[in-house]
Nanobody, 124 residues
Framework: QVQLVESGGGFVQAGGSLRLSCAAS????????MGWFRQAPGKEREFVAA????????YYSDSMKGRFTISRDNAKNTVYLQMNSLKPEDTAVYYC?????????????????WGQGTQVTVTV
């Protein structure tokens, strides 16, 4: 079993940056594919970014490509999401998720573990 706890959300002005962290418990983190998703008010949860177990493969949603960077530190059981050039439309609850597999997935139904989410609010 893996438990995930996100942190690092908050308020930021448009154009600013935030780094989200997702700390995982459990010995399987280092062999798990990880992803970030987000859900804005009144909208469905959407894919943001994903990374394979060893960081060798990453994938981003087109709207975040070039602005967001996913990374992981398996020694610290932590995955990160660096968000730059934030826009008001990036306002959402951000969730990290993990799978019992090593690759990447854009489909939230493939993920087995979810954090509780962290709120990111981007103001004009």
């Amino acid at each position: 079993q893996v438990q995930l706890v996100e942190s690092g959300g908050g308020f930021v002005q448009a154009g600013g940056s935030l780094r989200l962290s997702c700390a995982a418990s459990g010995r399987t983190f280092s062999s798990s594919g990880m992803g970030w998703f987000r859900q804005a008010p009144g909208k469905e949860r959407e894919f943001v970014a994903a990374m394979s177990w060893n960081g060798g493969t990453t994938y981003y949603s087109d709207s975040m490509k070039g602005r967001f960077t996913i990374s992981r530190d398996n020694a610290k059981n932590t995955v990160y999401l660096q968000m730059n050039s934030l826009k008001p439309e990036d306002t959402a609850v951000y969730y990290c998720a993990g799978g019992r597999w090593r690759g990447i997935s854009l489909n939230q139904r493939d993920y087995d573990y979810w954090g509780q989410g962290t709120q990111v609010t981007v103001t004009v």
